[in-house]
């Protein structure tokens, strides 16, 4: 199975602060990466798609990259309405699998 | 308007069964693949099974395999995981998901199962 690790595992940061969250794949997954969202008591919402491809309706200050096995998701200006726990999960071969997510507050 | 329900979550007691089902509408079902997706109290998410859309194609994750089967019903746009032979460590919300290639573009609320003595 491909292990995804995520890091950091939480984050703090002010509003309009920048926050890069990367996931790292034990072994290339191409492009096939997606970001979700998960605020609390809530199902995820994707973000992002194959690695990079913004879901429609969410912000532009959200973004992706990367391919193979590094991959970042970056908040370019980070808002209250942020705070969540994000997770990627790796599309290219089952099982499907999650990072184990990063923690995102405000300061 | 997508939705996703899930329903038949509850208490069980190791060794039990149960069948969760997923009442789709919005959306034309029959032409996506479908998914479980778990979430254990405080943990993170764990991909469970996928199905394909005409239901020929089945996947679970290998501490499922051979205790829970994905099914769907098209005619009533309905998704299913029966869970046989519970265990504690299968206490989790779950999740049902709209499938594309990319990844899971529609997510239900979730159920939660709760396995316990």
């Known amino acids: 199975d491909i292990q995804m690790t995520q890091s950091p595992s939480s984050v703090s940061a002010s509003v309009g602060d920048r926050v890069t969250i990367t996931c790292r794949a034990s072994?290339?997954?191409?492009?096939?990466l997606a970001w979700y969202q998960q605020k609390p008591g809530k199902a995820p919402k994707v973000l992002i798609f194959?690695?990079?491809s913004l879901q429609s309706g969410v912000p532009s200050r959200f973004s992706g990259s990367g391919s193979g096995t590094d991959f970042t998701l970056t908040i370019s200006s980070v808002q209250p309405e942020d705070v969540a726990t994000y997770f990627c999960?790796?599309?290219?071969?089952?099982?499907?699998?999650f990072g184990q997510g990063t923690k995102l507050e405000i300061k | 308007e997508v939705q996703l329900v899930e329903s038949g979550g509850g208490l069980v007691q190791p060794g039990g069964s149960l069948r969760l089902s997923c009442a789709a509408s919005?959306?034309?079902?029959?032409?996506?693949?479908m998914t479980w997706v778990r979430q254990a109290p405080g943990k993170g998410l764990e991909w469970v099974a996928n199905?394909?859309?005409?239901?020929?194609?089945?996947s679970h994750v290998d501490s499922v395999r051979g205790r829970f089967t994905i099914s769907r019903d098209n005619a009533k746009n309905s998704l299913y995981l029966q869970m046989n032979s519970l265990r504690v460590e299968d206490t989790a919300v779950y999740y049902c998901?709209?499938?594309?290639?990319?990844?899971?573009?529609?997510w239900g609320q979730g159920t939660l199962v709760t396995v316990s003595s």
């Open positions: 199905i394909n859309q005409d239901g020929s194609q089945k």
């Open positions: 998901a709209r499938t594309i290639t990319d990844g899971y573009n529609f």
């Open positions: 072994q290339g997954v191409s492009n096939g």
């Open positions: 919005g959306f034309s079902f029959s032409t996506y693949w």
């Open positions: 999960q790796q599309v290219n071969s089952g099982p499907f699998t």
């Open positions: 194959a690695a990079s």
